[in-house]
């Protein structure tokens, strides 16, 4: 089967500091990948997404680009604030079976 | 639009108890995922329904778990029995067909 490995947290940072959490996948075939973020107390909320290699997500300055020679999505920011502190997960989708499978989650704390 | 709408939002069982965990999804979805979220870990999948139908199962445990979907009303997933490793968060998401799933908050089950 199919699955998702991303860093390990918690990963701890000061505003406007540059981000980056690593994301691999291993599913065979060309899945759809996304980042989803999850603030505390709350669901997953859909941050960015890529359905085709080379394709780039982008959504409230967080970028990831689908790079199927590495088979990753890596998740960038270039200046955080204290509000993306939250946890971050990475996920693929095959059409086929119709289902999420999700990284571990990586948790970012900002500080002022 | 409300979004996916899950209650309650907390639910505390003894152990042997029931626990029923309702979901109803974005106006418009017909698809409802069920994940399951440990303590400190990413989201599981456990099942996946369309209205009346049970698509795929294939991470619900084989005893004591079951979900439906009825034609009308919300989703349902039932734990009979509840034992303490039942503990964590359970997470409904809703699609249409071939878009990207959007979640509720959450039911985060308690087992004394």
């Known amino acids: 089967g199919n699955s998702v490995t991303q860093m390990e947290g918690p990963v701890t940072l000061s505003e406007e500091a540059f981000l980056t959490i690593n994301c691999t996948y291993t599913?065979?075939?060309?899945?759809?990948l996304f980042w989803y973020v999850q603030y505390p107390g709350e669901g997953l909320q859909l941050l960015l997404k890529?359905?085709?290699?080379?394709d780039k997500g982008s959504n409230k300055g967080f970028e990831a680009t689908y790079r199927k020679e590495t088979t990753s999505f890596h998740l960038e920011k270039g200046s955080v604030q204290v509000s993306d502190s939250a946890v971050y997960f990475c996920?693929?989708?095959?059409?086929?079976?119709?289902?999420?499978?999700f990284g571990g989650g990586t948790r970012v704390l900002v500080k002022p | 639009n409300a979004g996916v709408m899950q209650n309650p939002r907390h639910l505390v069982r003894r152990r042997g108890q029931e626990a029923r965990l309702r979901c109803s999804p974005m106006?418009?979805?017909?698809?409802v995922y069920w994940y399951r979220q440990l303590p400190e870990e990413g989201l599981k999948f456990m099942v996946y329904?369309?209205?009346?139908?049970?698509?795929?199962e294939s991470g619900m445990p084989k005893e004591r778990f079951s979900a439906e979907f009825p034609k009308e009303g919300p989703s349902i997933l039932r734990i009979q029995q509840v034992v303490r490793g039942d503990s964590a968060a359970y997470f409904c998401?809703?699609?249409?067909?071939?878009?990207?799933?959007?979640f509720g908050d959450g039911t985060r089950l308690s087992i004394l």
């Open positions: 890529a359905t085709k290699a080379d």
């Open positions: 106006k418009g979805h017909s698809h």
């Open positions: 998401a809703s699609s249409h067909t071939g878009q990207p799933q959007h």
């Open positions: 996920a693929d989708h095959k059409a086929a079976g119709n289902k999420l499978t």
């Open positions: 599913a065979t075939g060309y899945p759809s």
């Open positions: 329904l369309q209205k009346e139908n049970i698509i795929d």
